[in-house]
């Protein structure tokens, strides 16, 4: 075989590919508007149903029973309607699509194989938040696919039902999904969930710790500020850094004498920048002199993080911003936050 | 003498076609990839949790920063439309770097900017003067920053990440239009991977001709302008396919400076963008591989595909020339600077295989591209080399390229299909065969022109983008 034959061959292969795909590009889009079409068509047909359940919530609908693509396609366009209302009109469509046999053929559609099916199938039973698909969702999250597990999590969180925060504690202790999923999903369980939450604090596990303490300060517990408090001497630092943000969320002023003793044996800065904002939340005269004496540290953050507490206090914050801009050396972060205040308040800066 | 030369002058032109094949099929096989990696994008976009990431408190808040050199035109509604991106929580930082037009006035008046005293916190070095800091009187996330110019978009950038305050950096420009949800989008490699995850990028495209309003691209169209519609099947081939590929293989070296997202701390410790640095977006990465491989630290850098960030294109040959000759330039200059890391196993397949596929194909393609070129039509002239050999090997090495380029469309044409009207479909068939004839050569120059002056350490020289402004909503285009 001669060069000559060889580029003979590749120029009729190459130029036989071009227009084999160029061809297919042509045929993708008249097949890919075809089907738009169609599916715009049938949606038309489909919504008004669709629309008479969520207008009248109440009211008996009898709707045909669908088959094929339009059994599929009514499921779909459930689907999004379910991410859009709230309420009765909710309750309604998942009403109609519980008893069309939708939730119990998702159920069983999380036991077959496929990743994308499964998925599928746990999204449509966590927008429908039914408490009996709870079991269908937690044997998800063992599965082996990173993606179910999510959204696994994600539906448990839409369910709203407490009894899902065990299970998905467990999913943080096996660090299988990421932590601020887990912790999203065990806020919307609700303060119903609290307990457990607050029980799990003493969880020998590092991640079940930090999860349950992000959530318990997003959920402003009130309840957990006393077991939250036993957390700040701990030695890992993240977990300390989070306390001391949970307490600052959860505002309670039991948390200002701890948080202050924190400062005093506690040099590392996150720490110490974390603690100056939680102050500022917390709104008590009483962190004033220190955090004055923060607004001279050597890091940024703390230093701005310490203006801005200052400025949360009030009066006696604003005083000692006034008092640290005058002099020879005026303090940058003291001058930065009152001339934001100063704009937010309407003024010149 | 005059066989032996024909033989050698076959034996080059037939080594240089083979370069061809091997680029070519490496561009395939990521095509392949990168196409694998859609579909399965695709079939999860249902179950992706975009609208979770949106509500979770705990999702990471962005600073996007934006440098701008003399951008009068577009700069107030790319602000508003920055403002307006669906993200949880993100402040907008533009760095207006020594503009001498109206950019600062316009902005001053669109938001009733006032002065305000931030500290010098000096988390990266910034060479220009800093003039003075600005945020909107009614308390919206933005804060504007004016500079002395060095002619350094790193410097800019390293001024606006001095005064950013959250986790995360994305990095942008000026004129560049970002999807509504791209933000979200980008961030979301963050929220599934937050302890690994380091840097994110999204795909840039041409958004020449396409028509917009309030700041979001409504109706993507092909250009008017031929060289602006062979950009477009450039950058769906680089962006959306090589990249992705690239991504796919844990190997990507290059995240746009038009659209790219960093944790904050990283950055710092990198002492952010490298003053003197040509190809700063590049320069960066690969320093974060060295760093992070470095100290054997387990991270990820990861492209997303589907976070669009329109930009306009040169449509002159003169601003295109320019820009291609820097982007050269810009590469040599990291190869150079790493040049440590070319073949060096401690860098795992960056230092094997990333870093000597930019050297051998992408910085010294030209070289062996115009070599190629030029043997053959000496060989002709002289007759040292077979017509039908000479035909056949032009018809191969451009027959690959445009299938290539068609093969990207498919994939385009298959994924997100922007193009949503039959006459842009068949321009961007034509803009795929006419890219092969002509472009590509012209381009080989520029970018060896940028070899050389990178070689000769000639003084580096910006000039200006003509910008013709977007087309918005209600204009003929």
């Known amino acids: 075989v001669t060069g000559l034959q060889v580029l003979t061959w590749a120029v009729v292969i190459i130029a036989g590919a071009i227009v084999v795909l160029g061809g297919t590009t042509g045929i993708s889009r008249v097949r890919r508007q075809r089907r738009a079409h169609r599916r715009e068509r049938l949606r038309d047909e489909l919504r008004p149903g669709i629309v008479a359940i969520l207008a009248d919530p109440d009211g008996s609908h009898q709707l045909p029973i669908h088959r094929g693509r339009r059994a599929d396609l009514f499921g779909v366009l459930a689907f999004d309607y379910l991410a859009k209302v709230r309420g009765e009109s909710r309750d309604a469509l998942v009403r109609v699509l519980d008893e069309r046999g939708t939730v119990v053929d998702a159920e069983r559609r999380t036991r077959r194989p496929g990743t994308v099916g499964r998925s599928g199938a746990a999204e449509l039973l966590g927008r429908c938040g039914l408490a009996h698909s709870r079991p269908a969702l937690e044997r998800l999250l063992t599965s082996r696919s990173k993606a179910e597990r999510a959204v696994a999590v994600r539906a448990l969180g839409h369910l709203g039902d407490p009894a899902a925060a065990p299970a998905l504690l467990e999913v943080a202790r096996a660090r299988s999904v990421p932590a601020p999923l887990i912790c999203q999903a065990v806020v919307r369980l609700g303060p119903e969930a609290q307990g457990d939450l607050i029980t799990h604090l003493r969880s020998r596990s590092i991640d079940v710790q930090r999860v349950t303490v992000d959530a318990l300060g997003l959920l402003q517990s009130v309840d957990a500020v006393e077991r939250l408090i036993t957390l700040l001497p701990d030695r890992d630092l993240e977990l300390v850094v989070r306390t001391a943000r949970a307490l600052g969320r959860i505002g309670d002023p039991r948390a200002v004498a701890p948080l202050l003793e924190l400062l005093d044996r506690s040099p590392e800065w996150p720490v110490v920048a974390v603690v100056a904002r939680a102050l500022g939340e917390l709104g008590s005269p009483s962190a004033a002199p220190i955090l004055i004496e923060l607004l001279g540290h050597e890091r940024p953050p703390v230093a701005t993080n310490a203006a801005t507490a200052l400025v949360q206090l009030g009066r006696a914050g604003a005083d000692a911003l006034a008092a640290a801009v005058e002099g020879d050396e005026p303090n940058p972060y003291a001058a930065a936050a009152l001339s934001r205040q100063a704009i937010l308040d309407g003024g010149a800066p | ?477």
């Open chain 2, 1 to 477: 003498v005059r066989d032996v030369v024909a033989r050698s002058l076959q034996i080059f032109d037939t080594a240089v076609l083979g370069y061809f094949v091997v680029l070519n099929t490496l561009y395939l096989v990521l095509i392949a990839i990168a196409g694998t990696d859609l579909v399965r994008f695709f079939r999860r976009l249902p179950f992706a949790g975009f609208d979770d990431e949106f509500t979770n408190p705990l999702t990471p808040p962005v600073s996007v920063i934006l440098p701008a050199h003399n951008e009068e035109l577009l700069i107030v509604e790319s602000v508003e439309a920055m403002l307006s991106l669906r993200y949880p929580e993100h402040e907008v930082i533009v760095v207006d770097d020594g503009s001498t037009d109206e950019t600062f006035a316009r902005l001053e008046a669109a938001f009733d900017l006032v002065p305000i005293v931030l500290p010098a916190t000096g988390d990266t070095p910034v060479l220009g003067a800093i003039h003075g800091t600005y945020v909107p009187r009614d308390g919206r996330s933005l804060v504007v920053v004016r500079k002395e110019s060095i002619g350094s978009k790193g410097d800019a950038s390293n001024a606006g990440i001095n005064v950013s305050r959250f986790p995360l950096v994305c990095i942008t420009d000026a004129d560049a239009v970002i999807d509504e949800e791209g933000l979200l989008r980008v961030v979301k490699p963050f929220v599934d991977d937050p302890e690994r995850m380091v840097a994110t990028g999204g795909t840039v495209r041409a958004a020449n001709g396409s028509i917009l309003y309030r700041g979001r691209v409504v109706d993507a169209r092909m250009p008017r302008n031929w060289l602006a519609r062979i950009q477009v099947i450039e950058y769906l081939r680089s962006f959306l396919l090589g990249r992705t590929g690239w991504s796919r293989l844990g190997c990507l070296l290059i995240i746009s400076g038009a659209f790219g997202v960093f944790r904050r701390d990283v950055l710092l410790e990198l002492g952010g963008f490298r003053h003197g640095a040509i190809g700063e977006d590049a320069d960066l990465i690969a320093r974060m591989h060295k760093l992070l491989k470095g100290r054997k630290q387990p991270y990820r850098v990861s492209f997303v595909s589907e976070p669009v960030c329109w930009t306009e294109v040169p449509e002159t040959r003169e601003v295109l020339g320019r820009q291609r000759k820097r982007w050269s330039r810009g590469l040599a200059d990291v190869l150079w600077t790493h040049r440590s890391m070319i073949g060096n196993p401690r860098y795992g397949r960056i230092g094997l295989v990333v870093m000597p596929y930019y050297l051998v194909f992408e910085l010294l393609g030209p070289v062996i591209e115009l070599l190629g070129l030029l043997t053959a039509v000496l060989g002709l002239v002289f007759g040292l080399l077979n017509p039908p050999f000479a035909a056949l090997f032009f018809a191969v090495a451009f027959g690959y390229g445009i299938l290539l380029s068609i093969a990207a469309l498919l994939v385009e044409e298959l994924s997100y299909h922007r193009y949503d009207r039959w006459r842009d479909l068949f321009t961007a068939l034509a803009a795929s065969v006419v890219e092969n004839v002509g472009f590509r050569q012209l381009h080989a120059w520029w970018r060896l022109q940028g070899l050389i002056d990178a070689l000769r350490r000639k003084e580096l020289t910006w000039g200006v983008m003509t910008r013709r402004g977007f087309l918005t909503e209600g204009t003929e285009p």
